[in-house]
């Protein structure tokens, strides 16, 4: 990390691709044409319009994509209003990487890893599990359980059809039935339920909060305890760097002592997410 | 040890002023003390303490972090930062002064916030006992000495001047190129001065509170209480209290454009403020309740839970006075302590 954290570099966008019709996916590199930094899967990086805002964003790009950075950014605010009107060519800033990753190359080598993402809650696991493709010997099996409210809105849905299923055993689900679905329909947590995955592997569950919830919950039931469970959290961030005072939940600051927590680790924390 | 009369204050300050910029209390409207910067013929207040902190020196209201020029395609960086010069702050009572020991606990902390950490290097902390503590007062509460108070040099009133003492090789070489206005003293005289202080402080109505309740890993102890409804009823959100709290140091960041160029800056912001905490999907804080239980919470468990026990209050008393609705940090510490013995 720069020493001077607050002074970002100055990044151009490459390739801007079209994931959902509110999710963007954008390629970075810096000045050079180079890859801006070195991350691991599950950090963060703070992405920034001059003059528009500046916010948190997690790296989609897995270590293992040598040449660039990525993130799947949704439409949902001011400053993702902007970013998503940028064409390639243009410029932003990035500073990072901030926080605490999954640890993918510890406590979760060997282990059999169960995916679990609602709607735009698969960017930040995109980048896990593009790394453990790339790693793939050092992982056990692998399942994926993924859901959006409908197919046009599944991040990644050429990504995950072509590539993933290959290595990985993948299941998608919408959340109504349409016309060119012959998959799944129901909710995520349900279908976690339904599809009762092996309880010897470990859990990295991302999603809106509701999902989380109701997919912990589950998962419980299933005989989950909370240490086989990761999610990664998000609250409002300034700084990156544990200062500015506002991404805390009770003495945790998501920024820099997560945005990663296990679950017994949350339960710790005061319910203020 | 060395004595400087108070008939001999305004030659000490014009001496330190050639040395370095040096800032001074002085007495404004409705008897508001702030620091100023000393010229010949500035009268120092002789009030107990200023109404604003003096975290402004280091950890200024706004500050520029950086800029961005544009052209066509383009982004440019500019680093809005000059050399800071020397300065001093004279007259730093010994509350704001462990203010400086605890923001630097945030600041300083990896990685290091390097503009304050720049306003750091080149400020001296010139502290002033305080020869009657107030009503308000509670810093003793915190274990800071009003008599004795931190900073690089201190100076310690005795009624009719001060035993100087310096604190630090900065504040030693600062002494040691103003000799000339100093007599010299024995530390008898310094002790017996503390000890009339003391004796003052001793007898503060707040100066001992029930901080046994509080403190890191007691979050589940607290968090759900449900004091907090009827504490925090009143609290406008003014975020008054966060302002002229000298160890309050959260911030927002944001972005100014000029015309010519964007400048992002960072400004004082309030946890006591609706839009803290609010991002595009929902705010964990949604109710004045959250906010103010967020205020307290992180100064009395939060900040002592990551920094060795040390609470995140000093006792300066400014919260007190400045509340509109009369709530305050020592209100909250007694009804929590209280209703904690009964059940």
């Known amino acids: 990390m720069n020493p001077e954290t607050m002074l970002p570099a100055i990044c151009t966008v490459t390739e801007i691709r079209t994931d959902t019709p509110d999710v963007k996916t954008f390629r970075v590199v810096s000045r050079d044409g180079k890859k801006p930094f070195e991350h691991l899967p599950g950090q963060c990086a703070m992405v920034s319009l001059p003059g528009i805002g500046e916010a948190m964003f997690s790296v989609t790009s897995s270590p293992t994509d040598l040449e660039w950075l990525e993130f799947s950014i949704k439409k949902c605010g001011h400053l993702t209003e902007w970013l998503h009107m940028l064409e390639p060519g243009m410029e932003v800033t990035v500073r990072g990487p901030y926080g605490r990753p999954f640890p993918v190359d510890d406590e979760l080598l060997h282990k059999n890893l169960l995916f679990i993402a609602g709607g735009i809650g698969l960017a930040p696991l995109r980048s896990v599990i593009r790394y453990v493709r790339a790693k793939r010997e050092n992982y056990g099996n692998v399942e994926i359980i993924y859901g959006a409210r409908s197919k046009a809105d599944l991040v990644d849905y050429d990504e995950i059809t072509t590539e993933w299923t290959r290595d990985m055993n993948v299941h998608l689900t919408i959340d109504r039935a349409e016309d060119a679905w012959d998959g799944h329909v129901g909710f995520v947590p349900n279908y976690v339920k339904e599809l009762s995955p092996s309880l010897d592997s470990v859990a990295l569950v991302c999603g809106p909060p509701i999902m989380i919830k109701f997919t912990v919950q589950g998962l419980t039931e299933l005989g989950f305890r909370p240490e086989q469970i990761y999610t990664t959290m998000e609250l409002r961030m300034k700084c990156g760097v544990g200062k500015c005072g506002r991404c805390n939940i009770g003495a945790k600051y998501v920024c820099k002592d997560g945005p990663v927590f296990r679950f017994d680790e949350l339960g710790e924390l005061p319910d203020e997410y | ?343």
């Not at chain 2, 750091?120 to 107030?134: E, F, I, M, Q």
């Not at chain 2, 504040?171 to 003052?200: M, N, P």
């Not at chain 2, 001793?202 to 979050?219: A, I, M, S, V």
């Not at chain 2, 000093?314 to 510490?333: F, Y």
Request: some cysteine.
């Open chain 2, 1 to 343: 040890m060395k004595y400087l009369p108070t008939a001999r204050l305004d030659r000490f300050l014009e001496d330190a002023a050639k040395l370095r910029k040096i800032y001074v209390p002085v007495d404004g409207e409705q008897n508001r003390a702030a620091y100023r910067l000393w010229m010949p013929g500035t009268v120092v207040s002789k009030a107990l303490n200023t109404t604003r902190s003096a975290k402004d020196f280091f950890f200024p209201q706004t500050e520029n972090l950086v800029g961005f020029r544009r052209t066509e395609k383009k982004l440019e960086i500019v680093d809005p930062r000059r050399e800071t010069e020397d300065f001093a702050v004279f007259g730093v009572r010994a509350c704001d002064a462990r203010s400086f020991s605890i923001l630097d606990k945030v600041f300083l902390s990896d990685p290091a916030d390097t503009y304050y950490a720049n306003r750091r290097a080149h400020g001296l902390v010139l502290s002033v006992s305080c020869r009657r503590p107030a009503e308000t007062c509670f810093c003793t509460a915190f274990g800071i000495d009003p008599s004795a108070p931190e900073g690089d040099v201190t100076f310690t009133d005795d009624g009719e001047g001060y035993y100087v003492r310096a604190n630090s090789e900065k504040g030693e070489a600062f002494l040691e190129s103003l000799s000339g206005v100093f007599d010299e003293a024995d530390e008898a005289g310094e002790k017996e001065a503390r000890a009339q202080t003391k004796r003052i402080a001793d007898r503060l109505p707040l100066g001992t509170l029930p901080l046994e309740k509080f403190g890191g890993g007691k979050t589940k102890d607290l968090f759900d209480r449900p004091e907090w409804s009827s504490l925090s009823e009143s609290c406008i959100g003014c975020g008054t209290c966060t302002f002229v709290c000298p160890t309050c140091q959260c911030y927002d960041i944001r972005d100014f454009d000029t015309g010519r160029e964007v400048r992002r800056f960072r400004c004082w912001d309030s946890c006591m403020y609706s839009d803290f905490t609010k991002m595009a999907g929902g705010n964990p804080r949604l109710t004045q309740k959250e906010r103010f239980r967020q205020r307290f919470m992180h100064k009395l468990v939060y900040f002592p839970e990551n920094n060795g026990g040390e609470f995140g209050c000093v006792g300066c008393g400014r919260c007190l006075r400045a509340c509109p609705i009369g709530m305050n940090i020592v209100k909250v510490l007694k009804t929590l302590a209280e209703d904690g013995n009964e059940s």
